[in-house]
């Protein structure tokens, strides 16, 4: 079965912080991964990476993939309260039975103080 | 215009009811899911169609039932409504499946079992 998992769980900063958020995942037929900001409704798209080794990039929010060691980073500079959420990370099954399926991991809530 | 909306936003009722959660895109998509979000903020999908089509279909209880009376409306149906079924339920689309475009997803439907 599909696994992502996500550290740290929960995180506590101040204004201007950077944070980096993890995701390492085990999928059977990998097609991309996702992140995704919920606020308190919709989760909001951040980001799909499908490539190893290419940072993008929006703003002060930037994520990287390595499909060998089976992980993503999620950054974040000067944070803003604005960035208070919780981010969720997902990977796509591009094969089989689980074919277009979108397995997400448990989410690191980040908490960012004035 | 919102992408994705789903109807009702509450739904508060009582053990033993049924009832429905409606879903409808207007993003010209070919893909419609069902996610549930339990308390500690875990998304799992439940069911996908493409086009009409059926084509992920979880461990989920035959309470549950999707309808898709075209590409743009996916509706959820549950009956005889139990405690564990309270949760936030999101309706979400995609432009093909398994493919590498976004999920987009809606405000959610909060129930409430009493």
């Known amino acids: 079965e599909d696994k992502v998992v996500q550290s740290p769980l929960s995180l506590v900063v101040h204004e201007g912080d950077t944070v980096t958020l993890n995701c390492s995942y085990e999928v059977t037929n990998f097609r991309s991964l996702l992140w995704y900001k919920q606020e308190k409704k919709a989760p909001t798209f951040l980001f799909m990476l499908t490539s190893s080794g290419i940072e993008k990039k929006s703003g002060r929010l930037s994520s990287i993939l390595d499909k060998k060691e089976l992980f993503s980073i999620l950054n974040i500079t000067a944070t803003q309260t604005g960035d208070s959420a919780v981010y969720l990370c997902?990977?796509?099954?591009?094969?089989?039975?689980?074919?277009?399926?979108?397995?997400f991991g448990q989410g690191t809530i980040l908490t960012v103080h004035p | 215009d919102t992408a994705v909306s789903q109807t009702p936003k509450y739904l508060v009722t009582q053990m033993g009811n049924d009832k429905s959660i409606k879903c409808e895109q207007n993003l010209g998509h070919d893909t419609m899911y069902w996610y549930k979000q339990d308390s500690k903020k875990f998304l799992k999908i439940m069911f996908s169609y493409n086009n009409k089509e059926l084509i992920i279909n979880e461990t989920v209880p035959n309470r549950f039932s999707p309808k898709s009376p075209d590409k743009a409306h996916l509706n959820l149906h549950i009956n005889s409504l139990e405690l564990g079924d309270s949760a936030v339920y999101f309706c979400a689309s995609s432009q093909v499946m398994g493919g590498g475009q976004p999920q987009h997803f809606g405000d959610g439907t909060r129930l409430s079992i009493l």
């Open positions: 997902a990977v796509l099954n591009a094969g089989g039975t689980s074919y277009g399926k979108l397995t």
